[in-house]
């Protein structure tokens, strides 16, 4: 049985994969994620690359991967709040508002956030982690679009056992 499919456009006899458990997609539309969403049903990792969140229902789910995607919802954290593993790598309308929806959403089981690239973020962005993500153990950040202070990283660590890995890339 295939563990893993990628999906590129146009997608056919998607339905040869209902007990796929990871699912890439590339370019995603909102009429191929409800496709997929209807066929897949045990998919636990979802990436998605380019495209749109919108019509994805997968209740399964706990690793999500995000990357060059559009506006996302709120409404997908409220529908898919089993993620344990969050990632979020160029999301341009990402701001605090959509941060904390997120955290408030999967704040109590997730373990792994990872935050990359262009964003909207402010330095308020790590006490809104701070007070929502009592369970978080792993915080990546990468070229955030502001620059911390020694001080306020240190209020993360308030949070039990948390590993915090942090780069700073010059471009």
Known sequence: SVV?????????????????KKLFIENATTANNQVLSDVMKKVTDLS?????????????????????????????FVQHNKITDLTLRNIFHLDDNLLQAIVENLGAHLIILRIFGINQLSPNALNIIKDNCKQLRILD??????QFKNEEWRCLYDINGLAIYYEKFDF
């Open 4 to 20: 893993e499919v990628k999906v590129q456009l146009p997608m056919q006899k998607i339905n040869m994969f209902p007990n796929a």
């Open 141 to 146: 950040m990468a070229t955030w679009s502001q």
């Open 48 to 76: 998605l690359k380019f495209g749109n969140c919108e019509g994805i229902l997968m209740e399964n789910i706990t690793k999500m991967s995000f990357m060059n995607v559009g506006d996302i919802a709120a409404q997908f």
